[in-house]
C-alpha cells in the first residue's frame, strides 16, 4: 500500500502562484509514475500533469501546459505541482495518485492506484 498527503492549496487571486505538495509513504518502490488531477464543483476530475518517478518524464494537459511544473524528489518521496499564472478556471480540488502502471496510461485516473485526499484550490478575479 502506498499513502498519499497532499499540501499547500488555498485560496488566491487570478494571476497568482500556488505550489502543491505530495507526500508518498508506505510501499512506494512499486511506484512507476505520479499525477495530479483536479475535480471541479459539478464536473467529472480531469487529468493535469503526470511525472514518471525515477526518469523524472513528465506530461501535461493542454490547459495548463507552460503555467504549472510538476516535479519530484525522490529522497523525500514527494511530488511537487508548482502552479504560477493561475486562472478562475483553475479553482478545483486538486488529487495527487500514484500508479504502478506504465506510461502509456499516464493520463487515465482509472490507471492509478493510490489517491490522496485532495486540498482545495480557490482562484478569485
Known amino acids: 500500500q502506498v499513502q498519499l498527503v497532499e499540501s499547500g492549496g488555498g485560496l488566491v487571486q487570478a494571476g497568482a502562484s500556488l505550489r502543491l505538495s505530495c507526500a508518498a509513504s508506505?510501499?512506494?518502490?512499486?511506484?512507476?509514475?505520479m499525477g495530479w488531477f483536479r475535480q471541479a464543483s459539478g464536473k467529472e476530475r480531469e487529468f493535469v500533469a503526470v511525472?514518471?518517478?525515477?526518469?523524472?518524464?513528465?506530461y501535461y494537459a493542454d490547459s495548463v501546459k507552460g503555467r504549472f511544473t510538476i516535479s519530484r524528489d525522490i529522497a523525500k518521496s514527494t511530488v511537487y505541482l508548482q502552479m504560477n499564472s493561475l486562472k478562475v478556471e483553475d479553482t478545483a480540488v486538486y488529487y495527487c495518485?500514484?500508479?504502478?502502471?506504465?506510461?502509456?496510461?499516464?493520463?487515465?485516473?482509472?490507471?492509478?492506484?493510490?489517491w490522496g485526499q485532495g486540498t482545495q484550490v480557490t482562484v478569485s478575479s
Open positions: 495518485a500514484a500508479s504502478r502502471s506504465g506510461w502509456s496510461s499516464k493520463a487515465l485516473a482509472s490507471a492509478y492506484d493510490y
Open positions: 508506505g510501499r512506494t518502490s512499486t511506484i512507476y509514475k
Open positions: 511525472i514518471s518517478w525515477s526518469g523524472g518524464i513528465t
